[in-house]
């Protein structure tokens, strides 16, 4: 896993709150992916960036906002959270973004609660 | 549209005995299949993957994965479980061509328990 890091690996905040997610690959890869897990249900990718530049935005609410700095680094910011925004958000990377075949490898996650 | 399904919440086999884990899956043109393992608080590791040639795949820790075409499946087997096996498989599959998103789309996930 030191692959790919991701901090906080636990956050609690309230609904008013403003928090970011942090991700870091050390592979030298070129695509980074934010995933929601929640419990019972299939992942659901969120976002996907390829060379800093976001190619994928799947119909995330605007209470989640993504950056991406350079190849290495990706946030998730987060703002007016619900309590169904809980759940593991995972960061992912490959080489390529798709539709590449490369491989994604992820990060522990972040176990986030809106209280 | 593609689509991949797990048929089985959970899987329970003895220690020693083999495992399949199921998967089956919905693509137009040809699938690129991918089996991932996550262990309780931590994020999904990669186990193998399946993209063309030898139907059968040897991935990590003594899995393998069979690419069947006619079936539209791709079952993940062990010859013989182990305690420390015990965890949550995700099978995922993407499509090829411009049709596709690219999008890897996840299944829901199987719970393998291996007892003692």
């Known amino acids: 896993e030191t692959g790919v890091t991701q901090t906080p690996r636990h956050l609690v905040m309230g609904m008013t709150n403003k928090k970011s997610l942090k991700c870091e690959q050390h592979?030298?890869?070129?695509?980074m992916y934010w995933y929601k897990q929640s419990a019972k249900k299939p992942l659901e990718l969120m976002f996907v960036?390829?060379?800093?530049?976001?190619?994928e935005n799947n119909s995330v609410p605007s209470r989640f906002s993504p950056e991406c700095p350079n190849s290495s680094h990706l946030f998730l910011h987060l703002h007016t959270l619900q309590p169904e925004d809980s759940a593991l958000y995972l960061c992912?990377?490959?080489?390529?973004?798709?539709?590449?075949?490369?491989?994604?490898?992820f990060g522990p996650g972040t176990r986030l609660t809106v209280l | 549209a593609q689509s991949v399904a797990q048929p089985e919440d959970q899987v329970n086999v003895a220690e020693g005995n083999p495992l399949t884990v199921k998967c089956t899956y919905s693509?137009?043109?040809?699938?690129?299949l991918f089996w991932y393992v996550q262990y309780p608080n931590r994020g999904l590791q990669f186990l193998l993957k399946?993209?063309?040639?030898?139907?059968l795949v040897k991935g990590s820790y003594g899995f393998e994965a069979e690419f069947n075409k006619s079936q539209t499946s791709f079952h993940l087997k062990k010859p013989s479980a182990l305690v420390s096996d015990s965890a949550l498989y995700f099978c995922?599959?993407?499509?090829?061509?411009?049709?596709?998103?690219?999008?890897?789309?996840f299944g829901q996930g199987t719970t393998l328990q291996v007892k003692p």
């Open positions: 992912a990377s490959s080489q390529e973004a798709p539709p590449s075949t490369d491989t994604q490898y």
């Open positions: 592979l030298g890869h070129n695509a």
């Open positions: 960036y390829s060379l800093e530049e976001r190619v």
């Open positions: 693509v137009s043109g040809n699938p690129y």
């Open positions: 399946y993209i063309t040639g030898d139907n």
């Open positions: 995922a599959v993407r499509g090829e061509g411009s049709s596709n998103t690219g999008k890897l789309i």
